[in-house]
């Protein structure tokens, strides 16, 4: 079905007043999503302790990720951010044998490198695979760093810094050859691109609903292959962890069969609503329309930025990258600033400015950024 983009922008309110290109920081407010959070007032004033409502929600988030993902729900961990699902997997694993090595790549958000760091104490090596000279990272890199003492490849699947997407396949390849298992950080690519958790054959995904997912911050995702689930238990628990949580039995840990047994304690409720609602409307538009969308937005942006003089650095090929186009600037923060002066709303991470694309942009929001880019390229270009 061919979907009615234009419609679609109507949507969300803020794209009447700005040029709204930060989905990888947070994504654009729905009408949809903020009735989700209303109605959770509602709720809350009419019923107070909603239990089943909490429960229901929750396990709403849980079906609808696993169907984003390609999963069964049972293979799904709802959690509170990125950080609380690697937790509980690293609390689940052994560093103590030979097999003690974690193998990240130099394009890792902050958590997902230094949660590993945190467990050299119980006897992990963490090795980071660096960049090639023209700054990506090929498959080539990860054969060096992987081999039988590896235990994970924890990687990410589009880089937040400069928007570069690894070759996933390969480096799964890789890993299998030597008999360790791989972790995809998905936060920057989930909901911008089409995920198939089985087609990449990864063993562990986590991602967020702030992004590209039109949810909100306080609730994330863990998705665990069906066939690590039983052998892993978790030593970072809680009662929403136990294969039944109405027992409150308090002489022993039984963790739950599932991926459940990733969880902690409380759901995040009222974010429960909210990513509700935000994969409901996502899944209605289609990750793989979205795909099709973003890569074209992306590719205009880049031609357009090549035209004006200054080129990006996210790679040019639709393989190699996500939803996400990184400039180069001799001062990345007061750039954005100056665009945010002009209803341009991006971000800036080291040295680049990102504009982040999602479907609800189209061709004029390209433009918008070009133009303000070429009058400003004198004082903040590269340098
Ligand atoms: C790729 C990636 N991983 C992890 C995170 C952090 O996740 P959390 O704050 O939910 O732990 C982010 C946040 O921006 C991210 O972009």
Redesign the pocket.
Known sequence: MEQNFAALRKEFPVLQRKTYLNSG?YCALAHEVRAAFNAYMEDRLLVGANWDVWVTKNESVRALVAKLLHASPDEIAVTA????GLNALASALRFDGPRNKVVVSDFE?P??AQIWHAQEPRGARVVHVPRAPDGYIPPEMFEKAIDENTQLVAI?HVC?RNGAKLDIPSIVRIARSKGAKVLL?C??SVGSLDIDVKALDVDFAVG?ML?YLLGTAGI?FLYARDSCVQSLVPTNSGWFAQAEIAAMDITANRPASTARRFEAGTPPVVNCYAAEAGLKLLLRVGTPAIEKRNFALTRRCMERLEEIGWPSITPPQDQRRGATVAVPSRDSARLSAELMQRDIVTSHRDENVRASFHFYNNDDDVESFIAAMKDLRASFGPR
Not at 81 to 84: G, H, I, L, Y
């Open positions: 920081s951010s990125v950080s609380a958000f958590t997902n990410t937040f950080d936060y920057q967020g992004k994330g």
